[in-house]
């Protein structure tokens, strides 16, 4: 199919689909449009020029069953060597941002400082000069899942020692890189890298409950604080850069409207689950509806001590104010009602019940992403109440399909998503400063596989030379861009 008729089908489906918009603000000058990929995801050469195992490159190849069709991320949209493709999609999106991570084991194969990897960081200087030449900003994710092994044979994020190796790190991508990147995240998600401590979602695959659960959080925490006091003492004043974390979060409303127990239930998913991260960094602890259930659970089932650690003072100084901005994901919402629910995305010890049966959401081919563009504007205003309206950028948005190029469910959802962006900038001055996209390209999905599509660039893994074909979406998003208006005018 030629671009012509790409930009066709994004001229029907703007017209189509206009008549959806409640409000035709613009973004604001300066507003940063990007998209987002993760190396585990897109590079392959997943053992090439030095590069050490991963939890995810044992995983897969121990346990090819855990994925859902056997596949691996070992060639991946073999990025590490048409990376310069990628950054000319980017490029041809008019994008101001390109957030890309950065796998721990290219840079030092066994994840310890003393034995650094040149060739790992000669490719990722490569990618990030390829990156500013074409006028784009490179925001680097430290981490993004992808933990050395002989780290995880330690104990992993279980293991307190691990925010001391996660300080060296940083520090060594700060020396080599931090003269041209100036926005950094440090973790992807840290909620997702506690459930592979917890319930076999994602690697290191282990099923330890809420204790490694709650422990992987806990050093994630500390870990990223480190790194951000390292910057403010070592870098900042020369570099000048910015750090954050990438909290992902539903939103949870309540199941049945006003009534109190559920909003209070849904009220408890949110600090759960976004502010059991946000909280800590914002406002210098665990949210306190955290601290008094799980803490409450442990003593009646007979526990000694509570799974939730507690930080000590001096550590709670080191995290209380430890971003410059908030870095949001966010793909759907929830219904939440008071309750025990079995459902592992859900925590017990919050004893709420997630829902997503409301016949108004437009569903997907992923049963828990359903299109609820009001949830976002709802989270953004709660973050904006509940944390002083920080600074913020939405790192990761998306939509999934089955992969095709005619993608017009994926332009309504990014549309509405934008509209309800718009909504939260203008009507209730929200300090919503830019918004990435996930993923620029079709990837490796982690446990599913090549199963589920969720880039605005196809990728046909079929071919072995991995040729890349922009969507529907992709001329969309580049209008969008490109005017700062959803109706492409």
Known sequence: ?????????????????????????????????????????????????GKGESIWDRLVHSRPESVADGSNGDIACDSY???KEDVALIKGLNAKFYRFSISWT??????????LNPKGIEYYNRLINEVLANNIEPMVTMYHWDLPQYLQDLGGWTNSIMAN???EYAKVLFSNFGDRVKWWITINEPMQTCRGYSMQMYAPYLKLDKTGYYLAGHTQLLAHSKAYHLYNEMFRD????????????????????????????????NQFELGWFAHPIF???????????????????????????????????????????????????????????????????????????DETWMGSILFWLKVVPEGLHKLLVWIKNEYNNPPLIITENGFVDDGRIN???????????????LQAIHEDKCNIIGYIYWTLLDNFEWLDGYGYHFGIVSVDFNDSKRPRTPKASYHFFKSVIDTKKLDGQ
């Open 1 to 49: 199919m030629s671009i012509y008729t790409h930009k066709f089908l994004v001229v029907i489906a703007i017209l189509t689909m206009t008549s959806d918009l409640s409000i035709e603000y613009s973004f604001p000058d300066g507003f940063m449009f990007g998209a987002s990929t993760a190396a585990y995801q897109i590079e392959g050469a997943w053992n090439e020029d």
């Open 238 to 269: 020369k570099q000048k850069g910015k750090i954050s974390i990438s909290i992902n979060a539903n939103m949870y409303l309540s199941k049945n409207g006003s009534s109190k127990i559920d909003q209070d239930a849904a009220e408890r998913a």
């Open 106 to 115: 290219r840079i030092a194969p066994t994840g310890e400082m003393h034995k």
């Open 165 to 167: 190796y996660f300080e």
């Open 407 to 421: 993608d017009l469910d994926r332009i309504h959802y990014i549309k509405t998503y934008l509209n309800a962006t």
């Open 283 to 357: 406002k210098g602890d665990y949210p306190p509806v955290m601290r008094q259930w799980v803490d409450r659970k442990n003593k009646e089932i007979g526990r000694a001590w509570s799974t939730l650690p507690k930080f000590t003072e001096e550590e709670i100084k080191l995290i209380h104010g430890s971003a410059d901005f908030f870095a949001l994901n966010h793909y759907t919402s929830w219904h939440a009602s008071h309750g025990k629910d079995l459902n592992p995305y859900c925590n017990s010890d919050a004893e709420y019940i997630g829902s997503f049966d």
């Open 81 to 83: 060597h048409k990376y």
